[in-house]
């Protein structure tokens, strides 16, 4: 009963892959935690009823062949060999090319990033917030899957899974200018955002500043990023986490909440 419930609010990405590369998103619905947390929220570190959460993964676990390597997610730009048997990796990013191995990265408006090639012997699970954008964790998730698996960036499928949409992530300006700052093509990157409307008062010096604000295309940063190491084939990035309240996540939106996972590994057929 229990599994066939969260069938029915399970994402499946449509993307373009091999049969043998098996994909799966969550949504917010289909567990047991409480208020804020309800329902399906499948992180530890977030302060709901950890029994709660254990029968989330649990309840999870039954649409999938092995347990997922959990990690433990600090926003950096580390990516790791998923590993069955540690316990909470440091890390932002996993990758395999073993057999019903699960790489998974969670997220509440943070960019969920799949990754595998046309080969169908390579998966790799990465959390992409704008921190790990900037300081090349996508970059890094490529280069380990090429290592990996001998193959080309040209043969690499991405799907971008939900995030916070650039109608509503709002940055500051040091934000804007750091991605332009690490950007060979400042062009490309400075489409990816666009004025605020919206303006935070300071006082300064005795005067009031208006402090410039941007939004930011999370989705479109991620795309330039990969194009600009040759990673074509581009899938997903629709929806908005923010806005899409019913069925996602959004820490901007409620701070205190429960967050999503992104699942990837690969099968037998």
């Known amino acids: 009963m229990a599994q066939s419930l969260l069938n029915d609010y399970i994402i499946r990405p449509e993307w373009d892959v091999p049969d ?37 993964r649990k309840t999870l676990a039954e649409l999938l062949p092995s347990e997922p390597v959990w990690l433990d997610q600090i ?7 998923a590993d069955p048997s540690a316990i909470a990796m440091s890390a932002d990013g996993s990758y395999t090319t073993q057999t019903n ?15 595998c090639n046309r080969q169908g012997n390579a998966v790799a699970a990465i959390h992409a917030g704008w921190r790990g954008l900037l300081n090349g964790i996508l970059e890094q998730g490529v280069k380990k899957l090429i290592t990996a698996s001998q193959c080309r960036p040209e043969d690499l499928v991405v799907w971008l899974g939900p995030a916070i949409g650039p109608e509503m992530f709002e940055v500051g300006d040091e934000v804007r200018q750091a991605f332009l700052d690490k950007s060979a093509n400042k062009q490309s990157i400075s489409t ?27 989705y479109q940063l991620a795309r330039v990023r990969l194009s600009a190491i040759g990673v074509k084939n581009l899938f997903g990035g629709t929806y908005c986490t923010y806005k899409e309240a019913d069925i996602f996540y959004s820490y901007r939106r409620e701070g205190k909440t429960g967050r999503m996972a992104s699942l990837i590994w690969i099968g037998h057929d």
Not at 75 to 81: K, P
Not at 101 to 115: E, F, G, K, N, Q
């Open 75 to 81: 926003h950096s730009n580390t990516i790791v060999e």
């Open 192 to 218: 990816c955002f666009t004025v605020s409307d919206y303006h935070s008062v300071k006082p300064f010096s005795g005067s009031i500043l208006a402090e410039k604000k941007w939004l930011a295309d999370i």
């Open 20 to 56: 043998n590369i098996k994909s799966l998103q969550t949504s917010r619905l289909g567990g047991c935690s409480n208020v804020p947390f309800n329902s399906l929220n499948l992180a530890e570190h977030v302060d709901d009823n950890i029994h709660a959460v254990k029968l989330n």
């Open 101 to 115: 191995i699960i790489s998974v990265v969670m997220t509440a408006d943070c960019l969920p990033v799949l990754i």
